[in-house]
């Protein structure tokens, strides 16, 4: 099993970034996925979550401004991230879900820098 994140990068505060996460080895579909970040100094925060069905969740930090969505077909989760802040700054990780099973998987993390 493997989780692939990439996108990461530095950017100006204002600019967006897209974030991929490459799924093998496992039924994606049948999986919740969810984008965590870690910030130096901080404890790890879930950004956003999408249900098997698609149905997402955001923080309140990140909502109204970052997306998250998957394409099953493809295996592979996304989450947009537009108007981006220097406190955005952070390590990010996806990771996938099978709450029933028990079942849980974590990507390496991608830096995302936003400089004011």
């Known amino acids: 099993v493997q989780l692939q994140a990439s996108g990461g990068g530095l950017v100006q505060a204002g600019g967006s970034l897209r974030l991929s996460c490459a799924a093998s080895?496992?039924?994606?579909?049948?999986?919740?996925m969810g984008w965590y970040r870690q910030a130096p100094g901080k404890q790890l925060e879930l950004v956003a979550a999408?249900?098997?069905?698609?149905?997402?969740n955001y923080s309140e930090s990140v909502r109204g401004r970052f997306t998250i969505s998957r394409d099953n077909a493809k295996n592979m989760g996304y989450l947009q991230m537009n108007s981006l802040k220097p406190e955005d700054t952070a390590v990010y990780y996806c990771?996938?879900?099978?709450?029933?099973?028990?079942?849980?998987?974590w990507g390496q993390g991608t830096q995302v820098t936003v400089s004011s």
């Open positions: 999408i249900s098997s069905k698609g149905q997402p």
């Open positions: 990771e996938a879900t099978m709450i029933t099973r028990g079942y849980e998987y």
């Open positions: 080895g496992i039924t994606f579909s049948r999986y919740e």
